[in-house]
């Protein structure tokens, strides 16, 4: 039994050199060139990646830098048309203001306007009644006692400057 397990172990460490031998003269060199090829694939792949992830991470840094410009932009434009809306504000009250007072002084006006014709049309209206009621009491009939009680109400109107003999003469000419 010993001798034929140990032909048996013989005849396939035989097997196998030859298997070894067949294998390395035939399938060897293609195997070794395919998986060298496959491991400058993967290599050239990884190195790929390598620099695709560099731009990638490069074009993130710059869009973040990009970004953080378009912020900074933004804000500045919103900051100006803040400003501009306040400034447009401002001169809208200034202006609303102006005209405020302009129509409050034209109104104003024209109430002393209006208060001036009333005066001078109640004025007119005194005046013209006054006429009238002098009209009618110089037509009425006086007698002697209430024409000296004119004369006398007259005279005393009239300014200090008038001397006694002024009002003398005044008193004559009219009865004469």
Do not use: C
Not at 46 to 59: F, H, M
């Amino acid at each position: 039994m010993l001798d034929v397990e140990s032909g048996y172990y013989i005849w396939e460490i035989i097997m196998f050199s030859l298997f070894i031998l067949l294998l390395r003269a035939y399938a060897w060199n293609p195997l070794l060139a395919a998986l060298q090829q496959r491991e400058a694939l993967i290599r050239s792949t990884i190195e790929t990646a390598d620099k695709a992830q560099r731009e990638s991470e490069s074009i993130l840094g710059e869009l973040r830098f990009r970004r953080d410009h378009v912020g900074m932009q933004f804000q500045k434009i919103i900051d100006a048309n803040l400003n501009l809306a306040e400034r447009i504000r401002n001169n809208a009250l200034i202006h609303a203001n102006v005209q405020a007072q302009k129509i409050l002084e034209d109104a104003q006006y024209e109430i002393h306007r209006y208060k001036e014709k009333s005066m001078q049309e109640l004025r007119m209206e005194i005046g013209k009644l006054t006429i009238q009621l002098a009209g009618q009491i110089i037509e009425q009939q006086l007698d002697e006692t209430r024409h000296r009680k004119l004369i006398d109400i007259a005279l005393n109107s009239l300014p200090n400057g008038y001397g006694h003999e002024k009002k003398l003469h005044v008193i004559q000419t009219h009865y004469s």
